[in-house]
């Protein structure tokens, strides 16, 4: 997977991405923020709350099925049990991946999106491109993001809004029944929990 910048759904040089980087260097210059508090926030929200939270929510469904069914049913209530919620995450609604149908989320109006179980969103999250061509031609945007759909899966695509935020539950890889939660937590990545990428296969991991 390329980096966001490199992506085909990245944005343009005007990404408002830019400009808060501008006041960013503004705010230092002027002594008013501290460069290093920054990246330690940014750091918090990449690599603590999100997306690994997700992951670890991901692979205690595959594990735990009593947890599943109350993922399924009520998945604000099911996350806050691991400890995550708030930061627009409070109304949660997990969808999961079958052979049957795969799914896509995405936020047509503006970027509303999971903080708490999915960290920072990327940039091509918030892009028009992506929001745009996620809901007229969902295969075509999979296919850039290198997602093999099954012989006749059919893709279902979520709109995320200020009432509701998605997780998708990707499907869990074959031969990975002996790892541990926190083993199959490393195969789920940020991607596969937007339903822009799949669950790594354990080999891709070693």
């Known amino acids: ?12 040089p005007s990404d408002p ?10 705010l230092v210059s002027k ?5 290093e508090a920054v990246d330690a926030l940014i750091d918090l929200y990449e690599n603590e709350i999100g997306p690994r939270n997700g992951a670890r929510v991901v692979a205690r469904a595959w594990t735990d099925p009593a947890f599943k069914a109350r993922l399924m049913e009520d998945a604000t209530s099911a996350i806050a049990e691991l400890g995550f919620q708030g930061r627009q995450s409070e109304h949660m609604v997990a969808v999961e991946n079958t052979p049957e149908t795969h799914n896509l989320v995405v936020c047509t109006l503006c970027s509303c999106y999971p903080w708490a179980v999915l960290g920072i969103p990327p940039g091509w999250y918030k892009s028009d491109a992506y929001r745009a061509r996620a809901v007229r031609e ?3 945007v999979l296919e850039d993001f290198g997602v093999s759909l099954l012989p006749g899966q059919s893709v279902r695509v ?7 935020r998605y997780l998708v539950i990707p499907m869990r ?3 990975t029944e002996q790892l541990s939660e926190d083993a199959l937590a490393d195969l789920v990545s940020r991607n596969a929990m937007i339903g822009t990428g799949l669950a790594a296969t354990a080999e891709r991991t070693t």
């Open 1 to 12: 997977m390329p980096h966001d910048s490199d992506h085909p759904y990245s944005h343009l």
């Open 17 to 26: 991405a830019l400009r808060v980087k501008a006041l960013e260097s503004v």
């Open 138 to 140: 969902p295969r075509a």
């Open 173 to 175: 890889p074959e031969g």
């Open 158 to 164: 979520w709109d995320s809004t200020a009432e509701v």
């Open 31 to 35: 002594g008013l923020i501290d460069p």
